[in-house]
């Protein structure tokens, strides 16, 4: 008894990250639609992942220094991550927001899974199952009945959201970025890897930053700017990047794949509670075979 009691135990604290890792994950969606209001999105994609990098480096500038002939050599793999994980998916969330809800934002990045599978089989030639073949075309259905809200009219008169199809484009960039992730092998541990990411991020979003800065709208930097800047460098990043990694050691890739449906659950949350939305039947539907649709092509 004491044994099987004491691994019991052992799982709890793993358990409970489970759960509270969404929370601030999809945190980063709150950013999106109550952050734009006072920060340009990509000036707060920017200034985010550059706090970010300053808040970090301090702990991990040692081990890049001494590993400065590795960072020459994954030069190019460090740049495409940054711009995949932390430009693309950091501006592109930002400016849906603009735009769409939190509830729409959240089921379509559920997606991102679907596309980590399709890439995966396009890059490295993994083969795909007829049963994964039908979760695939079950979760893109539900991510378009969320796009054209459950109207096929809205598809021949392209009068869908746009900022949907930015969070379509955000979810496919974060396939690109898990996929290779996954399979480029790093001479830098987790944590110091994500640090050089966010730095790369960070330059990759300069350019537009720069041009969103001083030819579309430029940027207050008042109180509003620092809280939503702060708040979304430690709560999305930092900490949900931490909890992450946290939970993947405890208790494996499959079961951390969790996380991304209560990322779902909360966003809902967070678009009911704090932003006045409301749940439509084109949202439960859209959910429904999204999940499932996960659940069947992941099964294997």
Same mark, same amino acid.
């Given at each position: 008894?004491?044994?099987?009691?004491?691994?019991?135990?052992?799982?709890?604290?793993?358990?409970?990250?489970?759960?509270?890792?969404?929370?601030?994950?999809?945190?980063?969606?709150?950013?999106?639609?109550?952050?734009?209001?006072?920060?340009?999105?990509?000036?707060?994609?920017?200034?985010?992942?550059?706090?970010?990098?300053?808040?970090?480096?301090?702990?991990? #500038?040692?081990?890049? %220094?001494?590993?400065?002939?590795?960072?020459? +050599?994954?030069?190019?793999?460090?740049?495409?991550?940054?711009?995949?994980?932390?430009?693309?998916?950091?501006?592109?969330?930002?400016?849906?927001?603009?735009?769409?809800?939190?509830?729409?934002?959240?089921?379509? #990045?559920?997606?991102?899974?679907?596309?980590?599978?399709?890439?995966?089989?396009?890059?490295?030639?993994?083969?795909?199952? %007829?049963?994964?073949?039908?979760?695939?075309?079950?979760?893109?259905?539900?991510?378009?009945?969320?796009?054209?809200?459950?109207?096929?009219?809205?598809?021949?008169?392209?009068?869908?959201?746009?900022?949907?199809?930015?969070?379509?484009?955000?979810?496919?960039?974060?396939?690109?970025?898990?996929? #290779? %992730?996954?399979?480029?092998?790093?001479?830098?541990?987790?944590?110091?890897?994500?640090?050089?990411?966010?730095?790369?991020?960070?330059?990759?979003?300069?350019?537009?930053?720069?041009?969103?800065?001083?030819?579309?709208?430029?940027?207050?930097?008042?109180?509003?700017?620092?809280?939503?800047?702060?708040? !979304? +460098?430690?709560?999305? +990043?930092?900490?949900?990047?931490?909890?992450?990694?946290?939970?993947?050691?405890? %208790?494996? +890739?499959?079961?951390?794949?969790?996380?991304? #449906?209560?990322?779902?659950?909360?966003? !809902?949350?967070?678009?009911?509670?704090?932003?006045?939305?409301?749940?439509?039947?084109?949202?439960?539907?859209?959910?429904?075979?999204?999940?499932?649709?996960?659940?069947?092509?992941?099964?294997?």
């Amino acid at each position: 008894m004491k044994p099987s009691s004491k691994k019991s135990n052992n799982l709890i604290f793993p358990y409970f990250l489970l759960f509270l890792q969404p929370v601030f994950m999809a945190s980063n969606l709150i950013v999106a639609r109550g952050g734009v209001e006072f920060v340009p999105p990509v000036s707060l994609a920017f200034w985010r992942w550059t706090t970010v990098f300053i808040l970090l480096v301090p702990f991990f #500038y040692k081990p890049i %220094l001494k590993k400065t002939k590795a960072l020459k +050599a994954e030069f190019l793999k460090l740049f495409f991550l940054g711009l995949t994980g932390c430009g693309i998916c950091g501006a592109f969330p930002f400016i849906a927001g603009q735009t769409t809800t939190v509830i729409n934002m959240a089921v379509i #990045y559920t997606s991102s899974p679907i596309f980590i599978i399709l890439l995966s089989g396009f890059i490295y030639k993994e083969k795909i199952n %007829l049963i994964q073949i039908l979760g695939l075309t079950l979760c893109l259905f539900g991510v378009f009945s969320i796009i054209f809200k459950g109207d096929a009219s809205i598809l021949s008169s392209l009068e869908f959201t746009v900022g949907d199809i930015w969070m379509l484009g955000a979810a496919i960039s974060w396939a690109l970025y898990s996929v #290779y %992730l996954l399979n480029w092998k790093s001479k830098f541990d987790l944590l110091t890897r994500f640090v050089l990411i966010a730095m790369f991020g960070s330059i990759s979003l300069l350019p537009f930053y720069l041009l969103e800065e001083f030819h579309r709208q430029g940027t207050n930097f008042d109180f509003n700017f620092l809280f939503w800047v702060i708040f !979304a +460098a430690i709560s999305p +990043a930092i900490i949900a990047f931490t909890l992450y990694a946290k939970v993947q050691k405890y %208790l494996g +890739a499959s079961i951390t794949g969790f996380t991304l #449906y209560l990322f779902t659950v909360y966003g !809902a949350f967070y678009g009911l509670v704090f932003f006045g939305e409301t749940l439509e039947y084109y949202h439960l539907t859209g959910a429904f075979l999204v999940f499932i649709g996960i659940y069947l092509a992941k099964k294997n």
